[in-house]
């Protein structure tokens, strides 16, 4: 399964079921589940490990080394889940010792044409980015999450889950759980219902999670008020919680 004009090094490892099309170049330290399939002329190297069922699509780029100049070819790693779709130039950097050495993608995930991934991101799993989105090092992108095309997520942010971010969005804040934002810089818009409701969310949760949206956005409350009012809506309603958590861990200003 793998093609006779590929380069698969020896020390990568590769399960039987694995197929690599032409011109592709696998490095050393590569580990690739069963079920994957690399197509052409895709390159693959450092000490990577991609799971199973996961798609690769010509001329990508997974598990280059990061673009930082502070990295001076220390070995870091990338970790990639099952199931996930990497289209044409999607580019996937490894982690650095600076943070938390390892770059790390879960499951399901759909990167599409050109999307960039830098060094250190978090993606959780059911992620969406569409085309030439980027991230830079540091941010974490939680479940369910969607990017529009061209979106650019500055350094160290974290978007929420369910959050839904417009095409050409630029954020260099926190986007909390089932916001939609849009603009550069980004601005919230309401919440993400239409993807709540693909997701079985019910009207009555989709009513509690807007309930906890015009207490953060709409209410002129103080944050620290409405986290407090926020923190009461979540003893009735558990999808809160999300937006509880949300707010007490962050690291950085939310989008508001």
Partial sequence: MIDSRAVVDPGAELDPEVSVGPFSIIGPGVRIGRGTQIGPHAVIKGATTIGRGNRVFQFAS????PQDKKYAGEETRLEIGDGNVFREFVTINRGTEQDAVTT??????????YVHVAHDCQ???HVIMANAASLGGHVRIDDYAILG?????HQFCRIGAHAFCAMGSGISKDVPPYVMVGGHPAKPHGINSEGLKRRAFSEAQIQQIKRAYKA????????E??????????????????????LRNRQRSIVR
Avoid: C, H, K, W
């Avoid at 095309?149 to 997520?153: D, H, R, Y």
């Avoid at 008020?225 to 949300?246: G, K, M, N, T, W």
């Fill in 62 to 65: 997974i598990g280059e080394d």
């Fill in 104 to 113: 790390r993608i879960g499951d399901d995930n759909l990167f599409m044409a």
């Fill in 123 to 125: 993606i959780g799993s």
């Fill in 149 to 153: 095309g061209f979106t650019m997520v």
């Fill in 216 to 223: 953060l956005y709409m209410r002129q409350l103080g944050l």
């Fill in 225 to 246: 008020q409405a986290i407090e009012e926020i923190v009461s809506l979540a003893e009735e309603a558990p999808e809160i919680s999300l937006y509880v958590d949300f």
